[in-house]
C-alpha cells in the first residue's frame, strides 16, 4: 500500500508540473504572439500611409529587417518587396490574406513552416488604388522554443520529481502508519481516519458473528462428544479417504487405538479382511456390515455413508456388543430344543399308552398302571407349560418406572433417528397436531412408536410419505405404502407372523416389530385401530 500511495502521489506530481509547463509555455507563446500581430497591424499602418504617399520612393527607403514589406497588384503580381527582387516572385493572387484583403479590406494569415520550427505571420491591407500592402515576420514555433528550453525544462523536472519523491514516501508512511497500528481485535477502539470508520463498523460485526458461529460450534462440539463419550456403542467418524474424523471412548477401547489415531486411516487400527470389505462397501454402495470378536466378545459393525448435496463426504461406522444377544439366542435356541424335547416325551409316553388301550393290547389287570402314567405324564405335561408360563412372566419384567412423556418430542426424535432410513427410502417423514402427554415408560412408548414408523417406511413406496398425527390423547401413524390385505390383519400383531415372508425377510423385518408395538399399547391401557387399503397405505391409531 505504501508503494502504491507513494507512485500514484509522484505520478500526480508529473502530470501536473507537464501539465503546467505545457500551460504556462502556451499562454506566453500565445501572448506573445498577439502582441507580435498587434506591432505588425501598427507597423502595416505607418507603411500604408507612406506608400500612398510616395509609392516606391517610400518603399526603397525601408530597410531589410525583421519585417517584410510586400507591394502587390490587383491581379496577385508582386509590385515590390523589401527583400526579394520582384521580378523572380511568383504571382500572390491564390494567398489567402490577399484574398481576404481583396474582398474585405483587410486580411491576416499564418503558416508554419515545413519544418515547423517556424510560424510567419502576415497582415494585408488594401489601397486607396485598389492595390494591396503585406507586411510579415517570423518567429519560432512553440515546438521550437520548447526545444530549446529543453535542458532547463528536464532539471526543472528532475528537481520536481525528486522533491515529489521525498515528500510522497513520507507522505505514504505517514498515511500509512496509523492503518498498520489498528488493532483489529477491539475495531472501534479504533481513532484514525474517518473513511475507514463504516469498514471498522462491518469488521466489529462480522467479529461478532464468527464470535457467535465458534460459541454456537463449540458448544455442538461438547454436545456431540458428551454424546458420544457416553455412548456404549463403538462410534467412529471417516473422511470420504477412510481418514479417521473422530472416534469415541468406546471405539477406542475397542479397536486398542491410541489417541493419535484421528488423522490416521481406519484400516491401520483395523487391518481385517471384513472391514476393509465393509468400508468400501459403505463408501460405494452406501452400506456396510460385518462381524468380528475383540477381546473376547462379539459385535456388529454397521458402516452407513454419509453425503451432502450428493457427494460423499465420508462414512458412519457403529460398533454394537451383540455378545449378550448372540448368547441370549444361543440360550433360546436351547430353550427351544429342550421345551421342545421335554414336551415331546410325556406326549410320547401318553400317546404311546392311550394307542395301546385303544387297540386292546392292555390287559385288564395292567389298566391301572397304564392309567396311572397317563396321568403322570399329563401332571408332568401341566407342571412343564406352568413352568414356561411362569417364566414368561419373569421374561416380560416387574412394574418399570413411570414418568410424564411427552409424545410430541417423542415424535419428533423418532423422525431425526429415522430420517436417515427414510432417506435412503426416498420417503418423506412429518409429524402434525397437538402435542400431549402420557403417564407411562418412555422407553416402551418410543419403541412402539419407532416400530409403527419403521414399518411404515419399510413397507413404503419411492416418493411416498409417513405421518406422525397428534389429537384428543390419540397417535396416529398412517402411510401410503403396500398396505395390508384384509385376510392378514387380523394378525399382523402375532409373534413372528409375516405378511410377505419374502418382503419381510428383504425389508429386514423380525416378525416382532407390531408384536412390540401391541405389548406397549397393552401395558399402557391403550387400544389399537388398524385401517389399511392394499395398494393405498396403512393407519394405525393408538387410543390412550
Same mark, same amino acid.
Request: charged content about 15%; aromatic content about 10%; proline content about 7%.
Given at each position: 500500500m505504501t508503494s502504491k500511495i507513494f507512485r500514484s502521489t509522484v505520478f500526480v506530481a508529473v502530470v501536473v508540473l507537464l501539465c503546467s509547463l505545457g500551460v504556462v509555455m502556451g499562454v506566453l507563446y500565445s501572448h506573445f504572439s498577439e502582441v507580435q500581430v498587434e506591432q505588425l497591424k501598427d507597423e502595416l499602418s505607418l507603411a500604408v500611409t507612406g506608400t500612398e504617399q510616395y509609392g516606391n520612393a517610400f518603399l526603397k527607403n525601408v530597410e531589410p529587417g525583421r519585417f517584410r514589406v510586400t507591394w502587390i497588384d490587383v491581379d496577385g503580381t508582386v509590385l515590390y518587396d523589401t527583400q526579394v527582387d520582384e521580378s523572380a516572385m511568383e504571382n500572390h493572387a491564390d494567398r489567402e490574406e490577399i484574398q481576404e484583403a481583396l474582398q474585405t479590406g483587410t486580411g491576416s494569415a499564418v503558416r508554419t513552416s515545413s519544418t515547423l520550427t517556424k510560424q510567419t505571420f502576415y497582415e494585408a491591407q488594401q489601397l486607396a488604388d485598389g492595390t494591396v500592402l503585406r507586411i510579415s515576420t517570423s518567429q519560432e514555433s512553440a515546438w521550437f522554443l520548447m526545444l530549446?528550453?529543453?535542458? @532547463?525544462? *528536464? #532539471? *526543472?523536472a528532475v528537481l520536481a520529481i525528486g522533491l515529489s519523491a521525498v515528500l510522497a514516501r513520507r507522505m505514504a508512511v505517514k498515511i500509512v502508519e496509523p492503518l498498520n497500528a489498528l488493532n483489529l481485535e477491539q475495531p472501534l477502539k479504533n481513532d484514525v &481516519? /474517518? /473513511?475507514?470508520? @463504516? #469498514? #471498522?463498523? $462491518?469488521?466489529? $460485526? !462480522?467479529? %461478532? !458473528? *464468527?464470535a457467535a458461529q465458534m460459541e454456537q460450534l463449540r458448544r455442538k462440539a461438547d454436545e456431540f462428544e458428551q454424546i458420544t463419550g457416553n455412548m456404549q456403542e463403538g462410534l467412529v467418524l471417516l473422511s470420504h479417504e477412510g481418514i479417521i474424523l473422530s472416534i469415541n471412548p468406546t471405539a477406542k477401547r475397542l479397536f486398542d487405538a491410541q489417541d493419535d489415531c484421528v488423522g490416521k486411516n481406519f484400516l491401520m487400527i483395523d487391518r481385517s479382511s471384513g472391514m476393509r470389505t465393509a468400508v468400501n462397501d459403505a463408501l460405494d454402495k452406501g452400506r456396510g456390515s460385518t462381524r468380528a470378536n475383540k477381546n473376547g466378545r462379539d459385535y456388529q459393525f454397521d458402516l452407513s455413508r454419509i453425503e451432502s448435496e450428493g457427494t460423499v463426504t465420508g462414512a458412519v461406522v457403529l460398533a454394537f456388543d451383540i455378545t449378550e444377544r448372540l448368547h441370549s439366542e444361543q440360550m433360546r435356541r436351547e430353550f427351544s430344543a429342550n421345551v421342545s424335547h421335554e414336551l415331546k416325551t410325556p406326549l410320547q409316553g401318553i400317546i404311546g399308552s392311550a394307542e395301546l388301550m385303544e387297540n386292546g393290547l392292555v390287559k385288564q389287570s395292567d389298566m391301572p398302571r397304564f392309567v396311572g402314567h397317563i396321568r403322570k405324564e399329563a401332571s408332568r405335561l401341566v407342571n412343564l407349560v406352568e413352568d414356561i408360563i411362569r417364566l414368561s412372566q419373569l421374561d416380560e419384567g416387574a412394574e418399570l418406572p413411570r414418568e410424564q412423556v411427552d409424545m410430541l418430542r417423542l415424535s419428533e426424535d423418532v423422525k431425526a433417528i429415522l430420517a436417515s432410513s427414510a432417506a435412503d427410502k426416498q420417503v418423506s417423514i412429518t409429524v402434525s397436531g397437538e402435542g400431549f402427554f402420557v403417564d407411562g415408560v418412555h422407553r416402551m412408548l418410543h419403541e412402539m412408536l419407532y416400530n409403527l414408523c419403521d414399518n411404515a417406511i419399510k &413397507? %413404503?413406496?419411492p416418493g411416498g410419505s409417513v405421518r406422525i398425527h397428534m389429537e384428543q390423547n390419540r397417535l396416529i401413524v398412517s402411510d401410503t405404502g403396500i398396505g395390508i390385505p384384509t385376510e392378514h390383519q387380523g394378525r399382523v400383531f402375532e409373534r413372528f407372523y409375516r405378511v410377505d415372508k419374502s418382503h419381510s425377510k428383504a425389508s429386514g423385518g423380525t416378525g416382532l416389530g407390531l408384536s412390540i408395538v401391541k405389548h406397549a399399547a397393552a401395558y399402557h391401557k391403550a387400544e389399537i385401530h388398524l385401517d389399511s387399503t392394499p395398494g393405498k397405505g396403512t393407519t394405525i391409531c393408538i387410543q390412550f
Open positions: 530549446g528550453m529543453l535542458w @532547463p525544462i *528536464i #532539471l *526543472i &481516519y /474517518e /473513511e475507514i470508520s @463504516p #469498514l #471498522l463498523h $462491518r469488521i466489529h $460485526r !462480522q467479529h %461478532n !458473528q *464468527i &413397507y %413404503n413406496v
